[in-house]
């Protein structure tokens, strides 16, 4: 299921991306009466295509992209009828515009779409977290007194969730910030309020996507007691094999009294590779079951137990610990904008990073962990999918617009160049230009691949 969904995402998400991108080309051509000969979401061979009036509408069988062809004597001979819309005859302004239209609806629809997710409303669990974890920079800043904390404001900005806190901490890390600052209200008095200042980052590595920076900073979430059910489960895994069904109340493992979710995972994570007895109750009625666990291995690379089991969510129990945040259309929109540029600025900040070797380039992701990650989202809901979908728009807006030849922003220089000389630049110039952005272009999708299936194969 889980392959089928990653297809599906695949293909919707990419879908729609590059829909909207060559939509963007195309649309302004039309609007300087320029001639549309295809229009194709999609390489290869068609698998269907309409014939409209001038413009032949196709989806390919390769769906990595598209393409919009204009009329071009470099492409050919064209109809003394259709020469003067022909895209080679138009002034280099109107070329640099349709070039410019594609990434620029990208980042307009990728603002759109953040939009929405704030109108919608963006859940997420509350930044709770009890005593911080011993020995960081948390635990120094913060002194031991017994109590769970609410996490308000980083660096002076809102939060409302552990992904809003995540994010912040991301920004700071990209903006290479030494430290951060943190508004704590206590739950059990709302009165209660402590500023941290100068919260050392000094411990987080941007470079290690596997860390995890919330408890490496020393935030540790608030436990919320779950009943031990099954709600959750792999049939490949050890507890489907064991013959373990959703509904099952886990009672004990061997001599471990189970009295809540936690329990469990304790149990389980401290016996990789081990038979277990595990007592359950089924429909009411007492079972015992052998199982052999298997294991994988934690951020930090230790072995770990592995049953291959969830728990199974009351909506009643989290109430406390979940928020609903929505916003009006106007705020959403501003919203939207602010995360929009946000992005933008990190995006940057991170190639940046990349090309002067701050940063690794395992960092980069190509299509197989998009088509996990839509996966994912498609299973997570809307306001996920929506979030990936403006994620990948802004991120193939500001790809094209590298100056990099063959993208689109490699032909946005060639016209910046014909703007300032008044002339063209010549056809040598421009081919040696689209073997080197050819050969760079072919490397990143190799490189991309490669970090694709080194995750895959690292687990």
């Known amino acids: 299921m889980s392959f089928l969904l990653s ?8 879908g729609i991306l590059v829909t909207i991108h060559e939509w963007g080309h195309y649309q302004v051509a039309r609007w300087f009466n320029i001639k549309v000969v295809t229009f194709s979401i999609g390489f290869g061979r068609p698998i269907w295509k309409r014939q409209g009036p001038e413009t032949e509408y196709q989806i390919g069988l390769i769906p990595l992209g598209g393409y919009v062809k204009f009329v071009d004597e470099s492409e050919g001979e064209v109809a003394s009828a259709d020469l003067p819309r022909a895209f080679n005859r138009q002034s280099v302004y109107r070329r640099f515009a349709v070039v410019a239209a594609g990434p620029l609806v990208n980042l307009i629809f990728a603002w759109l779409v953040f939009s929405a997710t704030y109108l919608i409303g963006v859940s997420g669990l509350k930044p709770i977290f009890d005593q911080p974890v011993p020995s960081t920079a948390l635990a120094e800043a913060l002194p031991q007194n017994q109590q769970a904390w609410l996490v308000t404001e980083v660096d002076d900005q809102t939060v409302s969730t552990w992904l809003n806190v995540r994010e912040k901490l991301l920004k700071s890390l990209v903006n290479n910030q030494d430290s951060i600052s943190l508004t704590l209200q206590s739950m059990g008095n709302e009165t209660q309020q402590r500023i941290l200042q100068n919260v050392s980052l000094a411990s987080l590595d941007l470079d290690n996507p596997s860390q995890n920076w919330l408890q490496t900073l020393g935030f540790q979430p608030i436990n919320i007691p779950m009943p031990a059910v099954i709600g959750d489960l792999s049939e490949q895994s050890p507890a489907g094999q064991a013959g373990l069904q959703r509904g099952d109340l886990i009672v004990a493992i061997n001599q471990i009294e189970i009295q809540d979710w936690q329990d469990v995972v304790m149990a389980v994570r401290a016996l990789p590779d081990e038979s277990v007895i595990i007592h359950l109750l089924r429909n009411g009625q007492a079972t015992t079951l052998p199982v052999t666990l298997s294991h994988k291995l934690s951020p930090e690379g230790i072995k770990q137990g592995y049953l291959g089991v969830g728990v199974e969510v009351s909506q009643a129990r989290l109430a406390d610990y979940t928020t609903t945040v929505r916003y009006g259309i106007i705020e959403s929109l501003e919203l939207g904008l602010d995360k929009s540029l946000e992005l933008v600025m990190m995006t940057y900040s991170m190639l940046k990073k990349m090309l002067f070797g701050e940063v690794g380039l395992q960092n980069l992701s190509g299509p197989v962990s998009i088509a996990q990650f ?16 403006g ?23 060639y016209y910046i160049i014909e703007m300032v000389k008044g002339s063209p630049v ?11 952005g050819l050969i760079l272009i072919l490397g990143l999708t190799i490189l991309a691949l490669t970090n694709d299936i080194l995750r895959i194969t690292n687990g």
């Open 426 to 436: 010549s056809d040598a110039f421009m081919q040696a230009g689209q073997k080197v």
């Open 7 to 14: 297809l599906i995402g695949f293909v919707l998400v990419i």
């Open 374 to 389: 839509s996966g994912q989202a498609l299973e997570s809901g809307l306001i996920a999918f929506l979030g990936l979908l």
């Open 391 to 413: 994620l990948l728009s802004l991120s193939l807006g500001l790809l094209n617009l590298l100056p990099i030849p063959v993208l689109d922003g490699g032909h946005l220089v």
